[in-house]
């Protein structure tokens, strides 16, 4: 693993130098694959973060600061460009840290560029309005950064994460602080590594690893922080929202869902099958957007079934880097977690597992794919998220049943509906309570350029696309008086 890792994983970035962390320690980081430690990571702390804070600061009032959008636009495509060059390096990276297959992890690092691209490409296009106002006046907006950047990252997409969040706010001309996940931290300091190289101004992007506890609470609680952007649990997120509320600074929330794909009778199967299970597998179920939820209606329910549970017999689970359908799990601690839930399917029937190879290493955090059907609405694994390769079947009959159903949830991440009918497609896209709601698809590949976020527990604020840089910048409206020409005068 060493020769993959060109950077030195045990120090922050910090005003453009790498630096051992101010509280001298470090964590392991474990390949979730095999169980054996990739690396010693930075044990940031509330110093380092302070540090951070002040030089991300520095380069807000200096070179990033002052930099044209087209300037800053030209420096993140480069950067978008590098990452392209070397998405294979951080494929391997990502394989290992996250225990994601290679071909998922090179699709993140390709995602990663792609990012900085659009990005790169919007900076200079986020243009302001005139306001048509009362007579003598001339209103105008202004698109202007928050300053310093806070972005909390979890470890189930650091690239697309990082590029999503990051990305954006370095178009608008903020100063970023970044935290990575505890458990999956070395593609971001890879990133850090490669916008350096790319020419990033010191401060620019700051990175400090470390526990949520600590490096991350000290961020969300630190008065130089004027936004932060969080993907990662409901209950983090609730913390990281009370903290900036204390400094009356605006959050960005992205967490997770139990998003549904409604499956009508008339719908085309052929079409549908593909996405009904890998939205469900991808990542092993670690995903905020994973469909763990899949309603059929009663006319099609035995052949979806039938046919979701052939699909599960061919699910193979291996180590990452073999690159099977589904890799290990993040953790020992989210491997108990999801074995927990799929106890609480005891009572439920099972339609399929998929299988572990019998040659994955025992140290790995590997668990069977399961399919549950005929599980009531209620029942805690149609309820919960489960962050696993876990899918419950819920047949209905009509189409208020299904949205009732679909709806009847604490999250409203995403949702998808398979049907021919354009009227049924249209009244369900306004209904479904979610922040991207696909017909006749699901995730639309990805999806960069298409805005993202949830409603309810699933959080608040978009990222991705252009939507995004609202978020990252703030709007001033200057009214400047004139008076009129006629009068020539100001009154
Ligand atoms: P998980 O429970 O799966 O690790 P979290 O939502 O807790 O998911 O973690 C996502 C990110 O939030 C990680 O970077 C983690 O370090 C960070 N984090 C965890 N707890 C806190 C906290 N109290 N304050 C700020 N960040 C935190």
Redesign the pocket.
């Known amino acids: 693993m060493s020769d993959l890792i060109w950077f030195d994983p045990g120090l922050c970035l910090i005003g453009g130098r790498w630096q051992a962390p101010l509280t001298g320690q470090h964590v392991p980081l474990v390949d979730p694959s095999d169980g054996s430690r990739l690396a010693m990571i930075a044990r940031g702390g509330g110093g380092d973060i302070d540090a951070a804070v002040q030089a991300a600061q520095r380069a807000r009032d200096g070179d990033w600061g002052r930099m044209t959008a087209l300037a800053r636009g030209r420096i993140l495509t480069r950067i978008g460009q590098e990452v392209l060059a070397r998405a294979d390096d951080l494929a391997q990276l990502e394989a290992r840290d996250v225990g994601k297959p290679l071909t998922q992890a090179r699709a993140d690092a390709v995602a990663l560029g792609r990012y900085l691209e659009f990005y790169g490409g919007a900076a200079d296009k986020v243009h302001g309005q005139t306001i048509p106002y009362q007579e003598g006046y001339t209103v105008y907006t202004l698109r202007e950064a928050h300053g310093v950047t806070g972005h ?5 997409y650091p690239m697309q994460i990082i590029g999503r969040s990051v990305g954006a706010a370095l178009a608008m001309g903020n100063a970023c602080v970044l ?5 999956a ?1 070395l593609t971001a300091l890879a990133f850090a590594d490669i916008c350096l190289g790319a020419g990033l101004p010191d401060g620019a992007l700051n990175v400090v690893p ?12 630190h008065p130089g922080v004027q936004h932060i952007s ?8 609730a ?2 929202q009370q ?1 900036a509320g204390a400094n009356v600074v605006p959050v960005t929330l992205e ?1 997770g869902g139990k998003s549904p794909q409604l499956v009508f009778d008339d719908a085309d199967l052929d079409a549908a099958l593909p996405f009904l299970v890998n939205a469900g597998i991808q990542n092993a179920g670690q995903t905020c957007s994973a469909s763990s939820r899949i309603l059929v209606q009663r006319g099609i329910y035995e052949a979806v079934k039938t046919r979701m549970a052939d699909a599960y017999h061919a699910l193979d689970v291996g180590p990452a880097i073999q690159d099977r359908r589904l890799g290990p799990l ?2 020992a ?2 491997k108990q977690i999801v074995e927990g839930f799929i106890a609480q399917g005891a009572d439920l029937p099972c339609a399929a597992m998929g299988a572990v190879d019998a040659d994955a290493p025992d140290g790995g955090f590997y668990v069977r794919p399961h399919l549950f059907a005929d599980v009531p609405p209620d029942h805690p694994l149609a309820q919960q998220e489960v ?1 696993g390769p876990v899918q419950v079947l819920i047949p209905f009959d009509t189409e208020a049943e299904a949205l009732r159903i679909a709806n009847g949830t604490d999250y409203g991440l995403v949702a998808s509906v398979w049907t021919e009918s354009g009227a049924r497609q249209m009244r369900l896209a306004r209904a479904l309570k979610a922040g991207q709601v696909f017909i006749n698809n699901y995730g639309a590949g990805g999806g960069v350029e298409l805005p993202f976020g949830g409603v309810g527990k699933s959080g608040h604020g978009r990222e991705k696309g252009f939507e995004a840089l609202f978020g990252f910048s703030q709007l001033k409206t200057v009214a400047a008086y004139h008076g009129s020409v006629e009068t020539g005068e100001m009154t």
């Open positions: 909390i990252v979890p470890w189930n935290k990575p996940a505890e458990e931290c470390g526990l949520g506890p600590e490096a991350g609470a000290a961020l969300s609680a969080f993907t990662g649990s409901v209950r983090t997120g913390l990281i903290a967490l993040i953790s601690r989210q962050f």
